[in-house]
């Protein structure tokens, strides 16, 4: 019998004795479900964490609400999103939505995470927000208020803090980073290096979002092969930033500048620039839950290529615009983004380019979630292919870039949770 099926076979009778030993050690009197959380004097919380955060630790932190394992359980359902602000740090944005009893009784809190915090500062930082935003639903608890206490600290404006007053920034938002690193590995018949370094400088307020960043990669490969070495070197440098201004609510626009250097690409030197207007749907302000968005670019671009292209040019300018709609929803139901992208150059409608993006994770019903992820692109502008054919080396090491006319990626899986309404309580052991 095939070793795979054996293994398989034996799972099932060691998953059967884990849930035998689990029910037997159940109380004999569970308690009474019949009532909601609410009527039993608990308040019952159903924590929507995407990875990133830290549910154990909100657990822990917040002992005194129920967790339970789907949001058709609970009187709050928390929804917890981020949004980047550059190397600036991130915007934590924690919506409380009340059901049941608390039908309507919705809040929404922010917390500012800067760059310089430690991921247990932040999650210290939206645990308290957290901690704030239950309280309303505590207190309408018989029995709970007497368990909840505020501090207050007393106002750090007019206690004249240093730093506490936005004139008293000398960096005037500006966030600066210096990143650098490389690995390297050796046998006897291949080695290779690797190497990445760059800098970002950021500045994001609600006026101004800019960014410039300089990077370098090289990469080095060394084969033995019947006595001989065989030496490849690519590489991949650049510099790409915006200068993005907020004209209204819905407005804003900017101008967004990339120049390439890469053997992959064939690209020598590359210089890209492009203003951009953007239209938004909703307010920005509502970014963090919904938004949907329409942008627009002038496209202009001089290449001066490594080989020949397949067009039989070595240097060439070219203009094009693309055009960009795009729309993101996280609700209390699941997440969905979703958009689509073309562009094409002026000279030839023939040199365009499709792209159709998405991305959801959709609760279908108690307990069952679908998400599906695929992104696919129609490809017909690929001026940058060279003329002279690629060696097999190149193509199985992937050194330049290859012809096609499209390109998938895709995913698609599914969650079922089934048993016990209450989440599992933290356990930190072994």
Known sequence: MN??????????????????FSFAHTNPNPPDTSRTPSESGDLSVFLDLKRWADKDYVRQEVPIVKYVRDKEFADVHIILSRHDAGQAGTNYVISF???????????ELKY????????????????KMIKIGLAPYLANIEGMASNISLDYKQDSLR?????????????????????GGG??????????LHIRYGFYADKVTREWKIRARPY??????NYSINGDTVTTITHRDGFDGYLIKSLTEHWSAGVFTDMLSSTFHNMNFQVEVSPAIEYSFFPYEQATRRSIAVAYKIDY???????ETVFGKTKETLWGHSLVFSADFRQPWGTIEAGIEASHHFHDFHSNSIEFFSQMDIRIFKGLSLTLEADYEFINNLVAIPLENLSREEILLEQRRRATNYQF???IGFTYTFGSDQSAEYNPRL
């Open 159 to 179: 206690e004249g803090i240093p730093g506490s007053r936005k004139g008293d920034d000398p960096w005037n938002n500006w966030i600066f980073e210096i990143y």
């Open 97 to 107: 939505t009340g059901r049941g009893k608390f039908q309507g009784m919705n809040n």
């Open 301 to 307: 671009a001089y290449n001066d290529y490594i080989k």
């Open 216 to 221: 370098f990669n090289y990469n080095e490969r």
């Open 3 to 20: 070793s795979s099926i054996i293994k398989q076979l034996l799972i099932i009778p060691t998953f059967v004795v884990y849930v035998s």
């Open 409 to 411: 990626e895709g995913h």
């Open 112 to 127: 500012w995470s800067a760059a310089t915090e430690t991921d247990h500062e932040s999650r210290q930082g939206y645990t």
């Open 183 to 192: 690995y390297f590995d050796s046998e006897q018949t291949q080695n290779s």
